[in-house]
């Protein structure tokens, strides 16, 4: 598979601003297909994991990436696949046929948003980037220059893994694995259910990933950059009725910052009973008490809980009709991710 100048440029600048040790030359990240059956769908329905994407084995131990293939739409007999949009009657007749080794031609019939809802998406997505001073084309990609997106996947992984693992982080350094995690999630979700559809792929990966490339690449708009890609993945998310819930990097560890600010408080008080109180020392404490009480409120008050309870109260609000399951991602900050399905107990929906 070829990558796109684009892709490659993304590939580039990760490696870049991450610091990680990699080959990101042409073939050398493509990821393997797996494909997964109606059959072997049909067994993993009862269970509590429908299909595990990825875990946190695979993350740590830095294996080859391999992308479940299967058919989102398993559960609708015909062909015609409806709007995401509840309340819409638009459908689409399509297959998407792959030669899959052992198994012959596997059927993959992607979610889908009619022209319509797609264009109202794309004018959303375009009027809050002007919003937030980042305007953003949000036609500018096709197909053609999202060729090979696939092969980020393990690139931004890497990249994830090399900065988590650092002894110290900074700011940045979490902010870009936090960045680095959730956009490594949205492609996976994107090749699961919304790929090989091209009209999909233009609406959903192209805004992202042209903006992920100014966020990269200007370190100043990271901290933002950051907070307006969380709600452009919210937007194209949700109209899929696919449910995900960003994954929450903390600036620094709140053990760490604990354990750091109690011995230098403790240092600082021996220091002062041997030689007094000096204007450094007074400055040294001040600071680690600030430490201290940073620790103590991240600790009583993750950053997670205190940034998502408006998103879990709207993920609340909405539910699977017959013809439109709810896809439950779940995904933590150790690299796991895998897909439930919500089936169905009521007909009403957002």
């Known amino acids: 598979m070829e990558i796109s100048y684009f892709i490659q ?47 946190s084995k695979q993350t740590q131990n830095l294996e080859d990436v391999e992308l479940k293939q299967f058919d989102p739409s398993f559960q609708i007999e ?9 309340q819409c009657s638009a459908t689409k007749n399509f297959i ?34 002007i919003q937030k001073n980042v305007p953003v084309d949000v036609a500018s990609l096709k197909k053609v220059d999202l060729t090979g997106y696939t092969s980020l996947i393990g690139v931004l992984e890497k990249a994830f893994m090399h900065l988590k693992s650092k002894w110290w ?11 680095f995690l959730n956009t490594r999630n949205f492609l996976i979700i994107t090749n699961a259910l919304l790929n090989p559809d091209e009209d999909n792929e233009e609406a959903v990966l192209g805004p992202y990933l042209r903006l992920l490339l100014q966020v990269i690449a200007n370190p100043v708009m990271l901290r933002n950059g950051i ?29 760490a910052k604990l354990g750091s600010g109690l011995a230098g408080i403790f240092a600082v008080l021996i220091a002062i009973y041997f030689w007094g109180l000096f204007r450094v020392q007074l400055a040294v404490l001040v600071f680690c008490a600030g430490l201290v009480g940073s620790a103590l ?19 609340q609000t909405i539910q699977a009709t017959p013809d439109r399951q709810l896809y439950h991602v779940s995904a933590n900050d150790r690299g796991d991710i895998r897909l439930t399905l919500d089936v169905p107990t009521t007909t009403s929906a957002l």
């Not at 982080?169 to 936090?178: G, H, M, P, R, V």
């Open 96 to 129: 998407h046929e792959s030669e899959s080794e052992g198994n012959g031609k596997m059927v993959k019939r992607d979610l889908f948003v009619c022209k319509d809802h797609r264009e109202k998406l794309m004018n959303g997505i375009s009027k809050y980037c």
């Open 297 to 315: 409120f991240d600790l009583l008050n993750p950053p997670r809980d205190r940034y998502q309870s408006g998103i879990l109260q709207l993920l």
């Open 169 to 179: 982080k900074d700011a940045s350094d979490c902010l870009l694995a936090e960045m």
């Open 227 to 255: 907070m307006i890609l969380r709600e452009l993945m919210y937007m194209i998310v949700f109209i899929y009725r696919i449910m995900y819930v960003w994954i929450h990097i903390p600036v620094g560890n709140p053990g």
């Open 78 to 86: 015909d062909h015609k696949i409806p709007c995401r949009v509840a």
């Open 9 to 55: 440029g993304i590939a580039n600048k990760v490696v870049e601003v991450s610091g990680v040790k990699l080959d990101v030359s042409q073939r050398s990240t493509v990821p393997k297909e797996v494909w997964l059956s109606q059959e072997q769908l049909a067994a993993r329905e009862k269970d509590t994991d429908l299909i595990v994407l990825r875990t």
